[in-house]
């Protein structure tokens, strides 16, 4: 999440360690890719690789850093160590690593189901009025995550930038890549960067970013629609990720109910592109894209 400073460190002392003993993983795995969600923080995506792989390409330091949901809100009072901060429920927990509350789990042989309940990142509280699904299915290198979040408060808040979703990234994976010019799905040349701190913005017109280790190989995240991004490059030795979320500007509003899917995928630069070319062309994209609804 967009919220990473020099206060990180603080967060050792937070109940990491515990945290990270009491981790409960659940995996998928088709022969060919493998993804983990931990069940004691919220269910998040806090593992991806090649079924054969030895690494993880994710990051899942604290309670922040996974892949998962996150939304922002108004200005509610809260602080953030000592930064006032917004209503923000994440989906792992709080930055004290309070974990939010898994209320459904479902494990089929093909299929993981979450429905959690987030906790406000800076207050800590549970939310009661938000819920947040999360479903996850593996097809040969793709996984496809579907992505749906309920609000049901009654404060009416300030459209912001919102992270759909959040993406945290190993480290050594630290060459952002993405299509940025203005003839998309056409084979032309990728801009390559790596970022600084704090955040920059990013357009990635194919509707996908990936992070690369000096091999050209690494994770590539799609969400259908979407052509912006948020990233950066936190490079504290202790607590060094790397960070991107494709964004969307909307607002927290009375019965709002979100949903999106993201596809990830893993391998080198040339077969990440293809997968996403070759979904952007499938009906299952145009059937999947990202929807905001006031209504049930």
Not at 196 to 215: I, K, R
């Amino acid at each position: 999440m967009n919220r990473r400073g020099t206060v990180l460190f603080l967060l050792v002392f937070l109940g990491i360690t515990d945290t990270l003993r009491s981790a409960e993983w659940v995996y998928l795995d088709n022969g060919t890719v493998r993804i983990g969600v931990d069940k004691s923080r919220g269910g998040c995506i806090g593992y991806f690789a090649a079924s054969d792989a030895k690494e993880n390409l994710l990051d899942h330091y604290d309670t922040g850093r996974f892949i998962q949901q996150s939304y922002y809100g108004d200005p509610d009072g809260s602080k953030w160590v000592d930064k006032p901060w917004v209503y923000n429920p994440v989906q792992g927990g709080s930055y004290k690593n309070l974990p939010s509350k898994v209320t459904q789990f479902r494990q089929e042989r093909d299929l993981l189901f979450v429905k959690t309940t987030p906790r406000n990142w800076a207050g800590g509280q549970l939310l009661s009025d938000v819920e947040m699904t999360e479903t996850i299915s593996l097809n040969g290198h793709v996984a496809k995550i579907q992505f749906q979040m309920k609000y049901d408060g009654t404060k009416t808040h300030r459209p912001r930038h919102q992270e759909l979703p959040a993406v945290f990234v190993r480290s050594q994976y630290s060459t952002l890549v993405t299509y940025s010019g203005d003839s998309p799905w056409s084979g032309k040349d990728l801009s390559r960067r790596e970022p600084g701190f704090p955040n920059e913005s990013v357009t990635m017109t194919e509707n996908w970013v990936a992070y690369l280790n000096d091999d050209d190989f690494g994770v590539g995240v799609y969400v259908p629609d979407i052509q912006q991004a948020t990233c950066y490059r936190y490079q504290e030795p202790s607590s060094a990720c790397s960070y991107v979320a494709p964004v969307k500007t909307f607002a927290l509003t009375p019965g709002l109910h979100h949903q999106y899917t993201v596809y990830l995928t893993c391998g080198t630069i040339e077969e990440i592109r293809q997968r996403f070319q070759t979904l952007h062309a499938s009906s299952d994209d145009s059937a999947s894209k990202p929807a905001s609804s006031n209504s049930p």
